[in-house]
Each structure stands twice: as C-alpha cells, then as structure tokens.
C-alpha cells in the first residue's frame, strides 16, 4: 500500500525518501530565484530589492506553514509504521479542516498588516511600492501556499516524496516561463513575479487534488474524518506548533537582519536579499534531512523500532555535515562571482553580497546538524525542545551578533555573515546536549 521504512536497507531508504524531497525543494526554490534573476535582467538595485523582500517574506510564511503541517506528516508516518489506516483518515481530514482555516485567517490579516510588515523591515523608499503590490498579490494566494504545503506533508506522511516532486517540477516551469513573460515583455516589475509565483502554485494544487483522489494509496477519507475531532487536532498541533513557531522565530530573525542591512541603503538590502536567495537554496540538503528524519523515525517509533530510528539520524547528520564542509570550501573563492549571476551592472551590489556569502555560507555546517536533531525530536512528539534552542540562539546570538557586526563593522558584510552560523553552532550544542539527556537514557523512548 505504502512506502515501509521498518525493515530493508536503511541508507538506500533515506536517500530514496529525502533525494526525491531534496529535488521538490531545489525545483520550488529555484523558480523563487528565478524571480530574483530574472528581475535583476531587465530591472535596477529597486526591483531587485523589491522581490527580495518580498520574497523573503513569502518565504517566512511557507516556512510557517511547512513547520506545522509537519505535525499531520509526524502523525501519519507514527499511525502507518503501526499499520492503522483508520487514524491515517482522521488525521488526513482533519488537517484539511485545520489548515483551510489557517489559510483565511492569514489572507485577511496579511493583506490588512501589508505596510506595517513593510515598514518593520525598514524597506528602502525606492523599492517600497513594488514591494507593497508583490506581497499583496502574494497574500492573496495564500490559500494555495497552504493548501500545496498540507497536500505535501500527507504525501510524506504516506512515505511518498516522489508525487510532490512532479507537482512542484510542473509549476516551476510554468512559473519561469511567466516570470519571463510578465518581467520582461510585459515590464511588470515585482508585480509580475507575483503573480507568476501565485498562478504556478494555484495549478500545483490543482493536480496534486487530481492525483490523490485519483490513487489515495488505499487510505478512505470519509465525511466523518472532515469533522474536528479534539484529540486529533491536539495531536497534529503538539507536533506541529512547536516547529512552526521556532520556524517562524529563525525567519523573524532572519527579517531582523534585513532590516538592518535595508537600514544602510539599497545596494545592501540587494546584497542580503541574493544571498538569503543563494543560502535557501544550499539549505535544501538539511531541509531534506529534517523531513526525511521525522517521517522514517516517526515510522519507526510507530513500529517500536528505536535503534533503527536512531540510526536514521546519525546518517542524517553524517550527510549534512559532509555537505556543509564542501559547500563552505567552494564559496570561499567564489562567492563574488556566485552573486554576479543575480544582478547586472552592480559591481557594489555584487563585492558586499560576496563578503555576506562567505561568512554566512558555513551555516551549512551547523544547520544541517540541528535540523536533523529537531526532526528527530519531533518523531517523538518532542518539537518543543527544538523551540527552546532555536530562541536560545536567537536571542543570544543571531540578532545581538548580526546587530553588533553592522555598528561596527559599517564597510564591510563579512562580521554580520557570521551571526547566523554562530547561532546555529550554539543551537547544534544544545541538541547534542538534549539527545544524550533523553533520549540515550531512554527517558523519552520510554514514555513514547
């Protein structure tokens, strides 16, 4: 019926669950840098700093999003690793109702908090307007951005990554190809990379609805399972509120940065906005990592399977870290060459981006560790330990350190590139310290 992650070839089953994820995510970030390359074709530094904040805001509300339907992907995986089918349906349904409430709540309020979100950024005045129209159009398509990320998560759940894979590959295509058309020909500015952005994810909904109702992978949603059942929505919201909310936090603290890099004048609000763009996109691999832990670890708890669901994370963290060191070696000589790719006649724009590049591309390292340990924590029910590092490092760390780097080092971006990676090595210490506390004395497993 569905993907068994209980017994078989582990190493093999990770790759084939995160690769295909891994590949979903590169497509859905690649057309969001298609906007960003794209613009800075035929537009200056204010169309460029325009989408990059405005897309750095859409990305905080699908991170959001993401976090907490990763409670309905936690709780699916846990009831099929103990073969019941009939939990299965009850959570499939009430997530559905769960997050089409979600999706009104956000549009209304997004689209009345528009400026205020804007001005809390400190937006440069040049790029203020197209900024205003990009995330207006954006908010309201919020009902796709949520319904294409909770179809996803039941996807994973079900142990298939490959189906959301081929959704989001035919609205990346859809999307460049509009992104070209509406920038381009049409001179729509960031208006125009909005509504590209919307219009592709409003067709990956539509046939990814299409694909499950054609092959439901033997799981029934009947109309009983469409009614709010509390046991169930305090389920998915102990697993999933937690990540949301650390998810939502490390982006808050991420806008923090920009707002004051866009506090020392557009070239640099670009400079940061392309490298936010270049480093979601190397943060693909841990992404990958933490879903692919949660989902075959929460399989395994299901089962019984603790040894093997440990297993799943130190793969895990093995394959980040490799990936982090390779990609902090390769960004040293060319990170100004890297940003040179997303603007055009900015050599300013470009010699700043590639000093941020080089300092903040070592996240890699010490991300991809704690995204591991904070999907391993939510198969378990534990989310909340993974919010409780995360404000750590925020507080003590990203937003002082980033803050600090820019008063007094004001000609350089390098110092305030370090404050991420130097939160996330601090968020990767207390996981360490978390996992050995309870879980290696099986104080959790053991209440599990």
């Known amino acids: 019926m569905n993907n068994d992650y209980t017994k078989g070839n582990l190493l093999k089953q990770l790759l084939g669950f995160s ?16 906007d960003l390359f794209i613009a800075g074709q035929f537009n200056g530094a204010d169309t460029v700093s325009a989408v990059s904040i405005g897309s750095q805001v859409m990305h905080m509300l699908t991170v959001v999003l993401v976090g907490l339907a990763m409670g309905t992907t936690v709780m699916i995986s846990r009831s099929l690793g103990a073969r019941n089918t009939k939990k299965i349906a009850g959570y499939i349904g009430n997530s559905i109702i769960l997050f089409a409430g979600i999706s009104v709540v956000l549009t209304v309020v997004l689209l009345l908090g528009t400026d205020v979100i804007l001005k809390l950024l400190s937006t440069p005045v040049e790029a203020y307007s197209q900024a205003k129209v990009y995330l207006q159009i954006c908010f309201g398509g ?12 039941i996807y994973r759940g079900l142990g298939d990554t ?17 992104d ?7 001179g729509m500015g960031a208006a125009g990379a909005a509504i590209a952005t919307v219009v592709s994810q409003a067709v990956s909904v539509v046939i990814a609805l299409f694909a499950f109702m054609k092959n439901s992978r033997g799981v029934k949603v009947s109309r009983r399972d469409l009614k709010p059942d509390g046991s169930i929505m305090s389920g998915l919201m102990q697993v999933g509120l937690p990540i949301s909310l650390q998810d939502g936090l490390i982006q808050v603290s991420f806008l923090t940065i920009t707002a004051i890099a866009n506090g020392r004048g557009v070239d640099v609000a670009a400079a940061v906005g392309i490298v936010e763009k270049i480093i979601s996109f190397l943060f ?9 832990v949660s989902a075959l ?9 603790h040894q093997r669901g440990r297993q799943v994370l130190y793969y895990a963290v093995s394959i980040c870290i490799g990936f982090g060191v390779l990609c902090s070696i390769l960004a040293q000589p060319f990170a100004d060459q890297i940003v040179g790719m997303f603007v055009k006649d900015s050599p300013q724009v470009t010699v700043l981006g ?32 993974s919010f409780i ?12 350190g980033a803050w600090l780097a820019s008063v007094m080092f004001p000609s350089t971006l390098y110092p305030m590139g370090l404050a991420a990676p130097l939160g996330s090595l601090l968020s990767a210490l207390i996981c360490i310290a978390l996992y050995y506390h309870a879980f290696m004395k099986k104080t959790v497993i053991q209440s599990a």
Not at 284 to 292: E, F, H, I, K, Q
């Open 180 to 186: 070209w058309l509406l920038i381009g020909p049409c």
């Open 354 to 385: 590639g000093q941020y590049l080089r300092a903040y591309v070592f996240d890699c390292i010490f991300a991809g560790i704690h995204f591991c340990f904070s999907g391993y924590f939510s198969a378990y029910g534990k989310s909340i330990y």
């Open 142 to 153: 919020c009902i796709f951005i949520t319904a294409y990320n909770i179809i996803s998560s």
């Open 162 to 178: 490959k189906s959301p894979m081929i959704f989001v590959a035919i609205a990346g295509v859809l999307n460049i190809g509009l």
């Open 19 to 34: 690769l295909p994820y891994m590949l979903a995510c590169f497509l859905q970030t690649f057309y969001g840098m298609a």
């Open 389 to 400: 590092h995360n404000i750590i490092s925020i507080v003590v760390v990203r937003i002082p």
């Open 297 to 305: 670890a929460a399989q395994n708890m299901g089962a019984g399977n």
């Open 284 to 292: 693909l691999v841990p992404s990958a990592m933490l879903s692919t």
